[in-house]
């Protein structure tokens, strides 16, 4: 094992083939214990009742990886989230579901 990798965490491709650190066995990525801890301002054990298949260790395992490695955990938030904002744009501009939706919608509004 890698020393500057805890135990705790095991480094796997996502849907879009890039490497992200996990929580070794689980499907918990690190920076959603990151979202819980930094934006949300839950302590270590706040996250384990939100997330009981947790084990505190796991917990604090990740957190530790974070705290290491911070700007690559952040790297990988802002990768995901350029994803998640360029995968919206796509479906609004040509799903024929979203363009009918909103179209409808328009047409279905009584005047006042």
């Known amino acids: 094992m890698d020393a ?4 705790y965490i095991e480094i796997r491709k996502n849907r879009d083939g890039q490497d992200r650190p996990f929580i070794a066995g689980t499907r ?9 801890h ?4 839950q302590a270590a054990e706040e ?11 796991q917990v604090h395992g ?8 911070r700007q690559a955990v952040w790297d990988c938030i802002r990768e ?6 360029a995968l919206k ?8 579901i979203v363009n009918g939706l909103s179209s409808d919608a328009a ?3 009584v005047p006042s």
């Open 4 to 7: 500057s990798q805890p135990e």
């Open 28 to 36: 918990v990525r690190v920076q959603d214990v990151v979202f819980y």
């Open 38 to 41: 930094d934006r949300l301002g």
């Open 80 to 85: 995901d989230e350029a994803y998640v904002e």
């Open 62 to 69: 990740a957190l530790a990886y974070y705290f290491e490695n």
């Open 107 to 109: 047409d279905s509004q």
């Open 47 to 57: 996250i384990v009742r939100g997330l009981p298949h947790l084990t505190l260790a």
């Open 89 to 96: 744009k796509e479906l609004t501009g040509t799903s024929v």
